[in-house]
């Protein structure tokens, strides 16, 4: 029996940028889609309201101090920072560069590249999307100086593991259209800078694009079953959101019972769950949301997870949460007003029956 290895996923867009000044509004950071959303229907938890740490600034490191205190007391073993570079150009990353230059804090972390393009979108299907920055692959002399400008991070001590190989995830694995190219070139700089090598995770929202990620070359697969839970509501649902522009609100019980019957537990495929998931901060009306989520019923889902993986090996024992602090998405285990830390305390409560774990 094994311990799992939880992983959060962490996003660090609690700050203001020149891009996001550009794109959106001067001071834009994701509190300002938190801080303007409003219920949608008769008992929508929103607005949300940090509590413990309040509206913070990740500029600050005695907020990432705090933020490292909190995981590492509820169990959580690192922090799996989303990472963007778009051809050399890398944006929201003075969080994890500040993270990585001043050793603090001393709690382990991975990275998972969130490759894909991104958009302001319209919501009118008869105008696109406009494109705010393209996500592109120009080949081997971009993955070598990739490479190199997160090489700092690969040699610290706090990068994650699995059997000595560095933890590294893609958000779109089937994405890159050359990722043979890319492993091979970034396991051979690797060795050559005395590391053992990657172990590369494609993440997916879908099932059926489980084996193609294994097919691709990926050493693992990271399943979070959220959307497809709203993928499979009724048509009348899916009607209303396309016409009325109106949430698809889908009940978190029948998440839970979704997810595990969707779910398929190997060495090589890890879970992805989720205390919550409502985006109408982001996207309002046209929102997906989970309702009737508590405290209670995540620790429900997180006991019966663990079960579930407790014969793998210490290594491949990795469980992600998605997510440490995606407020936007109603998706974080931060403290909040409504229920303060009781959503740690249930992750803390269901890991008190496993042994400490010894890591590779």
Same mark, same amino acid.
């Given at each position: 029996?094994?311990?799992?290895?939880?992983?959060?996923?962490?996003?660090?867009?609690?700050?203001?940028?020149?891009?996001?000044?550009?794109?959106?509004?001067?001071?834009?950071?994701?509190?300002?889609?938190?801080?303007?959303?409003?219920?949608?229907?008769r008992g929508h938890y929103q607005?949300?309201?940090?509590?413990?740490?309040?509206?913070?600034?990740?500029?600050?490191?005695?907020?990432?101090?705090?933020?490292?205190?909190?995981?590492?007391?509820?169990?959580?073993?690192?922090?799996?920072?989303?990472?963007?570079?778009?051809?050399?150009?890398?944006?929201?990353?003075?969080?994890?560069?500040?993270?990585?230059?001043?050793?603090?804090?001393?709690?382990?972390?991975?990275?998972?590249?969130?490759?894909?393009?991104?958009?302001?979108?319209?919501?009118?299907? /008869?105008?696109? %999307? !406009? =494109?705010?920055? @393209?996500?592109?692959?120009? +080949?081997?002399?971009?993955?070598?100086?990739? *490479?190199?400008?997160?090489?700092?991070?690969?040699?610290?001590?706090?990068?994650?593991?699995?059997?000595?190989?560095?933890?590294?995830?893609?958000?779109?694995?089937?994405?890159?259209?050359?990722?043979?190219?890319?492993? /091979?070139?970034? %396991? !051979? =700089?690797?060795? @050559?800078?005395?590391?053992? +090598?990657?172990?590369?995770?494609?993440?997916? *929202?879908?099932?059926?694009?489980?084996?193609?990620?294994?097919?691709?070359g990926y050493d693992a697969c990271?399943?979070?079953?959220?959307?497809?839970?709203?993928?499979?509501?009724?048509?009348?649902?899916?009607?209303?959101?396309?016409?009325?522009?109106?949430?698809?609100?889908?009940?978190?019980?029948?998440?839970?019972?979704?997810?595990?019957?969707?779910?398929?537990?190997?060495?090589?495929?890890?879970?992805?769950?989720?205390?919550?998931?409502?985006?109408?901060?982001?996207?309002?009306?046209?929102?997906?949301?989970?309702?009737?989520?508590?405290?209670?019923?995540?620790?429900?889902?997180?006991?019966?997870?663990?079960?579930?993986?407790?014969?793998?090996?210490?290594?491949?024992?990795?469980?992600?949460?998605?997510?440490?602090?995606?407020?936007?998405?109603?998706?974080?285990?931060?403290?909040?007003?409504?229920?303060?830390?009781?959503?740690?305390?249930?992750?803390?409560?269901?890991?008190?029956?496993?042994?400490?774990?010894?890591?590779?």
């Open positions: 029996m094994s311990k799992p290895r939880l992983i959060a996923f962490y996003l660090p867009q609690f700050y203001p940028t020149p891009e996001n000044n550009k794109w959106w509004a001067k001071g834009f950071t994701e509190w300002t889609n938190v801080g303007n959303a409003r219920p949608l229907f607005p949300r309201v940090p509590a413990d740490l309040g509206y913070y600034d990740l500029r600050l490191p005695e907020v990432r101090e705090q933020q490292a205190a909190m995981a590492h007391e509820a169990g959580i073993e690192g922090f799996c920072y989303w990472h963007y570079w778009f051809a050399g150009e890398r944006l929201l990353d003075r969080v994890f560069a500040e993270v990585v230059e001043s050793g603090k804090p001393d709690f382990p972390f991975c990275l998972c590249w969130a490759n894909h393009s991104w958009y302001q979108k319209t919501w009118d299907p /008869n105008k696109p %999307n !406009r =494109l705010l920055i @393209e996500q592109t692959y120009p +080949g081997e002399e971009d993955y070598i100086a990739h *490479f190199n400008a997160m090489l700092p991070a690969f040699k610290d001590k706090r990068y994650m593991r699995v059997d000595g190989k560095l933890i590294f995830g893609f958000y779109a694995p089937l994405d890159c259209p050359d990722f043979e190219l890319f492993k /091979n070139t970034w %396991n !051979r =700089l690797a060795q @050559e800078n005395g590391l053992k +090598g990657f172990y590369f995770f494609g993440f997916t *929202f879908s099932v059926e694009k489980i084996d193609s990620i294994h097919k691709a990271v399943y979070d079953g959220v959307n497809e839970i709203f993928a499979h509501s009724s048509l009348l649902k899916r009607f209303k959101k396309r016409i009325f522009r109106t949430p698809i609100v889908t009940n978190y019980a029948a998440y839970t019972q979704h997810f595990l019957k969707l779910l398929k537990v190997t060495p090589e495929d890890h879970p992805c769950i989720n205390p919550n998931f409502d985006h109408s901060p982001r996207s309002a009306e046209r929102g997906l949301i989970l309702h009737q989520s508590t405290p209670k019923k995540w620790g429900k889902l997180c006991r019966k997870i663990f079960q579930l993986c407790q014969y793998r090996r210490v290594d491949d024992n990795l469980v992600f949460i998605k997510a440490w602090n995606e407020w936007g998405e109603g998706n974080y285990l931060e403290p909040d007003l409504k229920y303060g830390k009781a959503y740690l305390c249930e992750l803390k409560e269901a890991l008190q029956h496993y042994p400490e774990n010894k890591i590779s």
